[in-house]
């Protein structure tokens, strides 16, 4: 009741105060109500006013009064209420009920003068009447009545609708009130809830240690000594993988994991078959074997970079592929350390194949040097021109590990190939020179943005100032799991951004609001002016480039980007990318060209030696 009289309070002040005789709003500041000064303060007065000429209060304000104007199912006994109705029908039918059913009374208040009823009405009651005849009183004052369901409406708490003013679901249907639990009672279902979690978790142990035993016992058996087949290599081979039907052809390559008790998704591998990598897809409408349950996928194509299950007897040794980064390069290297003789012949790549002639040579370096008796580090200077300051880049043996086995990057390599580009591509050539530069990731990534952002920013800044005409900044950027790339021109405003997975610069927030607040300081510091509809916007763009099809490739997608960028000598990346470097994805022979070009500068730089 209190509620329904402080709305009729303020449509009353809307009308007297704000509106004319019209009911439009007048322009003008209406007066403050010193007659109503004990109820309403001046600052009271001043935030009314504002939130009822809010445009959003008179739209939804228009709305409801339309709707009130024109209900879909008129109530038709002026103000007589649903309660006095309700006693006047249990008179004039002499009944011994003391209430009526919601839909019943909701039906009755609508029945015109002349006792006719709407056809629509009636349509509702008597689905009601169905309804009530499948649904118990319990369900029905739990969720929602018959009438709410019949009208396709939510039922709204503390009321019951059909019912009229001051009618709730507690007076009604005489359930007692819900009480909040007591900390007592909280804290026993918490120690019910621990000793069934406790039970859940044993039995799950005991679940795997049965699953392990049998798995143990199917090694063992006959039957499963498929999962180490002699007629493949033992380890990781590089194959060929066909299918049977409906033709009998070659449709991806891979690597063939064979090795003892060996489990696809946690899974025992199917009989007859071995699990296998896969890394091409040749034939793009290729099903899958045995479809995957993890991914739910049927296609071969979509599980590039993952396992599967495939058939014995359709997997092919690929002799013809060096087997790159795999086990049988560490057996091959280290053979060669021991016995100090050439390669065995089955090792040998056919005329034709892609050799990585500069790992395996520097992989052969680093073993026999103290780097891997001693774990002895390598140094690399960074002139100054690289990343603004003079620094020592740090090389250990498990950044090398991390080139001669495919795996994740750390900023060592990422530096060390910064540098080559530079010696390489910028070293005396005053045009590249002068419009490239490099970030250094080692003194602004997510780490140092979170916790020292008034460094990070400083150095950026700093950076930037040494700008001219045309210039771009690299930033390899790492934010704690992955590799991107930002190409940043201070002078024009402009970020390209570039991540090889697809994602978005909002994703990374902390990284945008470093680079916007120290391009905005880079533009006070040189006192540029920029027009009032730029002042805080800093162009951003995704630029569509390569993307890669595992966990691990960032980094190298990255250094190929900065190689890419550098050799097309453009300020301007366009957003589908370079036409001259335009794909989906890298190839690994892509790939295996930068770690190549990183090798050969160890080498040549001799900072490995025996």
């Not at 007589?80 to 006047?88: C, H, Q």
């Not at 007076?171 to 979690?197: D, F, G, H």
């Not at 799991?481 to 927030?509: M, Q, R």
Request: charged residues 25%.
């Amino acid at each position: 009741m209190a509620g329904k009289r402080h709305r009729g309070w303020r449509t009353f002040l809307t009308n007297k105060y704000l509106k004319d005789k019209e009911k439009n709003f007048v322009e003008y500041d209406p007066e403050y109500p010193v007659k109503y000064a004990i109820f309403i303060t001046e600052e009271e007065w001043v935030a009314f006013v504002a939130r009822r000429r809010d445009e959003n209060f008179k739209k939804v304000s228009a709305t409801n009064r339309e709707r009130a104007s024109n209900p879909t199912y008129a109530y038709k006994k002026g103000r007589l209420g649903y309660a006095r109705l309700e006693e006047k029908i249990l008179d004039e039918t002499k009944s011994d009920a003391t209430s009526l059913p919601p839909h019943v009374l909701w039906k009755e208040a609508r029945v015109g003068k002349d006792g006719t009823v709407r056809d629509d009405v009636q349509h509702i009651y008597d689905e009601c009447e169905t309804l009530s005849q499948s649904i118990s009183t319990a369900e029905d004052q739990e969720n929602r009545s018959v009438l709410s369901r019949a009208l396709n409406v939510p039922e709204y708490p503390g009321r019951v609708r059909g019912k009229g003013h001051g009618c709730t679901p507690t007076s009604l249907y005489k359930n007692p009130r819900r009480r909040n639990p007591s900390n007592q009672e909280v804290m026993e279902t918490l120690q019910a809830l621990q000793a069934q979690v406790l039970q859940l978790q044993k039995d799950n142990e005991r679940y795997r240690c049965m699953e392990k035993c049998s798995s143990q016992l199917k090694e063992t058996s006959e039957k499963a000594s498929i999962n180490c087949q002699n007629k493949f290599p033992e380890g990781i081979s590089s194959c060929q993988l066909y299918l049977s039907s409906p033709t009998y052809r070659l449709v991806g390559k891979g690597k063939v994991h064979n090795t003892s008790g060996d489990l696809l998704h946690h899974r025992p591998l199917p009989d007859g078959h071995l699990k296998v990598s896969v890394d091409v897809v040749l034939d793009k409408d290729a099903l899958l074997p045995i479809p995957d349950i993890v991914s739910e996928t049927t296609l071969l194509r979509d599980e590039i970079g993952s396992f599967v299950a495939w058939p014995l007897d359709l997997i092919i040794i690929d002799d013809e592929v060096f087997p790159q980064g795999s086990q049988q390069l560490s057996q091959k290297i280290g053979s060669r350390q021991k016995n100090k003789r050439d390669l065995p012949v089955k090792y040998l790549p056919k005329k034709g194949a892609f050799v990585p002639r500069y790992q395996i040579c520097l992989e052969t370096l680093v073993d026999s040097s103290d780097m891997a008796t001693t774990g002895a580090i390598r140094l690399l200077d960074m002139e100054e021109d690289i990343f603004g300051y003079s620094c020592t880049e740090t090389i250990g043996k498990e950044d090398l590990e991390h080139i001669f086995r495919h795996q994740e990057l750390g900023v060592g390599v990422i530096h060390t190939y910064i540098r080559f580009l530079y010696d390489n591509f910028m070293r005396g050539n005053d045009q590249l020179s002068n419009r490239f530069h490099f970030v250094s990731s080692s003194l602004v990534n997510k780490a140092l943005i979170c916790r020292e952002p008034d460094s990070c920013r400083e150095y950026l800044v700093k950076r930037f100032m040494a700008s001219s005409t045309n210039n771009l900044y690299l930033w390899p950027y790492n934010s704690g799991c992955h590799w991107l790339l930002l190409a940043i021109d201070p002078l024009k405003e402009v970020v390209y951004f570039l991540n090889s997975i697809d994602g978005e610069w909002t994703n990374y927030p902390d990284m945008k609001q470093l680079v916007d607040t120290s391009i905005k300081v880079f533009r006070s510091q040189r006192q540029a002016r920029v027009p009032r509809t730029k002042s805080s916007n800093i162009t951003w763009i995704k630029v569509q480039c390569p993307l890669q099809r595992n966990g691990i490739d960032c980094g190298y997608f990255v250094m190929r980007f900065m190689r890419e960028i550098i050799n097309m000598n453009q300020i301007e990346i366009p957003s589908t990318y370079f036409d001259e470097y335009k794909c989906a994805h890298y190839t690994r022979l892509q790939l295996e060209q930068i770690k190549e070009e990183l090798c050969q500068y160890f080498i040549e730089k001799r900072l490995i030696s025996i």
